[in-house]
């Protein structure tokens, strides 16, 4: 196995623990390190060695979580699938919508909990470090978007 193909297999097994398949994972570790910028299905499923319908519900389910694109180049009958612009943003910012679930979450315990002070401490240690995050998150993705905007000119 090449440094490449470790990668992709480290790429599956990251990817699988978030909550995606390992299939998924796979291209989506291929999609970042290949020389190719994007690929159709029977490419992919020759490269990572997936079966077309394992390749087929894959593609959809990053479709539809927005990691990836499909177009069709000018004159060709295939779809070609791409990482999507500003993946990584757009998976960052999607799973901070969280922050505020766990915040209700603790919320809720809270009001269950009543008086006792250390189930209180431990739901309100719960609920203000998500609404910490949850309010510190967007500023530092904004400066970001500044920084790479001046690294761009």
């Not at 992919?44 to 519900?57: G, H, N, Y």
């Not at 910012?93 to 315990?109: I, S, Y």
């Not at 189930?119 to 309010?135: N, T």
């Amino acid at each position: 196995m090449d440094d490449v193909e470790a990668f992709v297999e480290e790429a599956a097994m990251f990817y699988e623990r978030l909550g995606l398949s390992r299939t998924q994972g796979r291209v989506m570790g291929w999609l970042m390190s290949s020389a190719e910028e994007d690929a159709d299905a029977p490419r992919l499923c020759e490269a990572l060695a997936v079966a077309k319908s394992s390749m087929s519900v894959a593609l959809g389910g990053l479709e539809r979580s927005g990691l990836v694109e499909r177009f069709r180049r000018r004159g060709e009958r295939r779809d070609r699938y791409r990482l999507a612009q500003d993946v990584f943003e757009r998976a960052f910012r999607a799973k901070m919508a969280e922050f505020e679930g766990f915040r209700l979450l603790a919320e809720r315990g809270l009001a269950a909990v009543g008086d006792d002070p250390a189930r209180r401490e431990r739901l309100e240690l719960m609920r203000d470090m998500y609404g910490f995050m949850a309010d510190r998150f967007p500023k530092l993705l904004d400066e970001w978007d500044r920084v790479k905007q001046e690294g761009r000119r």
